[in-house]
Nanobody, 129 residues
Framework: QVPVVESGGGSVQTGDSLNLSCIGS????????VGWFRRIPGKERELIAV????????????TYADSVKGRFTVSRDNAKNTVYLQMDSLKPTDTAVYYC??????????????????WGQGTQVTVSS
């Protein structure tokens, strides 16, 4: 297990931005892919972004769900054991609890929820119109 803690959620207006952080407990965090998920009320948890590790021989791979592509940006700072989710142009439909999770894998070409462990406690994001 690689414990993680999310932070950065809050209540904002449509069009605003938020930057979520996912902080790993130690440097091993940097050797695994990290995913961002969200649970919208009444819906199943959704994988919205994944960032691989720099152990990928083809370069650190980043993927996004169509629902956030072009508005959200995932990045990582290995010196701080942290993965970020920059969320721009927020909409009321982005209202959810956001989670980060550490993958079993350092990199992959596609992911599903079962590929992740070490979940954070979640951080609430509320976007009002």
């Amino acid at each position: 297990q690689v414990p993680v803690v999310e932070s950065g959620g809050g209540s904002v207006q449509t069009g605003d931005s938020l930057n979520l952080s996912c902080i790993g407990s130690d440097e091993t965090f940097n050797t695994y892919a990290v995913g961002w998920f969200r649970r919208i009320p009444g819906k199943e948890r959704e994988l919205i972004a994944v960032i691989g590790s720099n152990l990928d021989p083809n370069g650190m791979r980043i993927t996004y769900a169509d629902s956030v592509k072009g508005r959200f940006t995932v990045s990582r700072d290995n010196a701080k054991n942290t993965v970020y989710l920059q969320m721009d142009s927020l909409k009321p439909t982005d209202t959810a609890v956001y989670y980060c999770a550490v993958s079993y894998y350092s990199y992959s070409y596609q992911y599903q929820e079962a590929d992740f462990r070490s979940w954070g406690q979640g951080t609430q994001v509320t976007v009002s119109s």
